[in-house]
């Protein structure tokens, strides 16, 4: 069936450091491919998006690009703040039945 | 700015007390699901309907939980009787096609 796996967290890193956190895919078709974000207290935010192969989504100076050749969506950031700590889950939508397929999050913590 | 809604947002309630959570979809929306969020099994995912019709409720614990759309603008979900392995954040999402929208939660504790 269709899944999706991101790293395991903690993922700390500095201030302005340059950020990576991996998602793979396993789906037939053509999915499309979320990333959301959930901060301390709150509900998950949509990020970004990408519908296709090659796309790339961006919102907020994070990055995704849709690798279909690869089946990934890795999310970068060039330059991390503290807040965006938070837990960051990669999805797909795999546009059979509504739902979406859910990573188990990554939390990413930002020290100053 | 649209959003979803949830009520109430926190709950501390005793075992065997009855607790409903109610969420107002952004209107327009006819696909709502309900998640249930614990530090030990993260996000499961309880149940979902589209245009009010049940579609999938396989997630939910069928003796004690249940989920209902009285009309498109509020869906409910009832525990009774509630346990303490119920305490979680539960959430409503709302959305039309592929992108879903995440209400703040109700954040559940049963003593």
């Known amino acids: 069936g269709d899944s999706v796996t991101q790293m395991e967290g903690p993922v700390t890193l500095s201030e302005e450091a340059f950020l990576t956190i991996n998602c793979t895919y396993t789906a037939t078709g053509y999915p499309s491919l979320f990333w959301y974000v959930q901060y301390p207290g709150e509900g998950l935010q949509l990020l970004l998006k990408a519908t296709k192969a090659d796309d790339k989504g961006s919102n907020k100076g994070f990055e995704a690009t849709y690798r279909k050749e690869t089946t990934s969506f890795h999310l970068e950031k060039g330059s991390v703040q503290v807040s965006d700590s938070a837990v960051y889950f990669c999805a797909l939508f795999p546009g059979s039945n509504y739902q979406l397929i859910w990573g188990a999050g990554t939390k990413l913590i930002i020290k100053p | 700015d649209a959003r979803v809604t949830q009520t109430p947002r926190h709950k501390v309630t005793e075992m065997g007390q009855e607790v409903t959570m109610r969420c107002q979809p952004i209107l327009g929306h006819n696909t709502v699901f309900w998640y249930r969020q614990t530090m030990m099994q993260g996000l499961e995912l309880l149940a979902y309907?589209?245009?009010?019709?049940?579609?999938?409720d396989s997630g939910m614990p069928k003796d004690r939980f249940s989920a209902e759309m009285p009309d498109a603008t509020l869906a409910t979900l009832k525990i009774q009787p509630s346990e303490p392995r119920d305490s979680a954040v539960y959430f409503c999402?709302?959305?039309?096609?592929?992108?879903?929208?995440f209400g703040p939660g109700t954040r559940l504790t049963v003593l």
């Open positions: 309907f589209r245009n009010r019709a049940p579609l999938d």
């Open positions: 999402a709302s959305g039309l096609t592929d992108t879903q929208y």
